[in-house]
C-alpha cells in the first residue's frame, strides 16, 4: 500500500503508477462523464464516481487478484480501512469474472482518511474496505484507475 497526494507526488513513487496518476491530474474535470474510461484499453483504465460514504458497520472490505486499484479522491472526505491479511474466505468471490472478492473485514484493519486530491494504492491481495464515512455520511468523487499486473 502506498498513500500520497496528487499535488505533491514523490520522487521514489514507480514509474507507471506516477504517469497513472499524472492522467488522472490532466484529463479528469468537473465536466468529465461518470463511468469508465480507457487508457490503455483493459490493461489500464479508471472509473470515475460519485457515490456516499456510510458508517463503517455498514461497508464489506474487498480484495483483488489481477488489478491494482489507485484510488483518488478528487473532492470530500473518505475514510478507508486496510489490513494485508485477509480474515477468513471470501463472502463473495467474483474473482475469476469480475477481479473482486468481498468479505466483512480485513484482519487487524487499519484506516487512514483521505481528503481531496489523496491517493491510495492497493496491490493485488490487499485488502481494503472504501467509502467509509468520516462523521456523517458525505457524498464524494473519486476515480479508481485499474492496472493489470498479472
Not at 506516477?18 to 491530474?25: G, H, N
Not at 473532492?75 to 489490513?83: A, D, P, V
Not at 485488502?127 to 493489470?148: S, T
Amino acid at each position: 500500500m502506498i498513500v500520497g497526494n496528487i499535488h505533491h507526488l514523490q520522487p521514489w513513487l514507480p514509474t507507471e503508477l506516477r504517469d497513472a496518476i499524472e492522467f488522472v491530474k490532466a484529463n479528469v474535470t468537473a465536466a468529465t462523464e461518470l463511468g469508465k474510461h480507457e487508457i490503455d484499453g483493459s490493461r489500464l483504465f479508471y472509473l470515475l464516481s460519485e457515490d456516499m460514504t456510510e458508517p463503517l458497520a455498514a461497508r464489506r472490505a474487498e480484495f483483488h487478484a489481477r488489478y491494482l486499484d489507485i484510488q483518488i479522491l478528487l473532492k470530500g472526505q473518505e475514510g478507508m480501512t486496510f489490513s494485508t491479511l485477509p480474515n477468513g474466505k471470501p463472502e463473495t468471490d467474483w474473482l475469476a469474472d469480475k477481479d473482486i472478492a468481498f468479505l466483512p473485514e480485513g484482519a487487524q484493519e487499519k484506516t487512514v482518511i483521505l481528503s481531496e486530491g489523496d491517493f491510495v494504492v492497493f496491490w493485488p491481495g490487499e485488502v481494503h474496505k472504501p467509502l467509509c464515512a468520516v462523521g456523517a455520511p458525505a457524498k464524494v468523487r473519486k476515480a479508481v484507475v485499474k492496472m493489470r499486473v498479472e
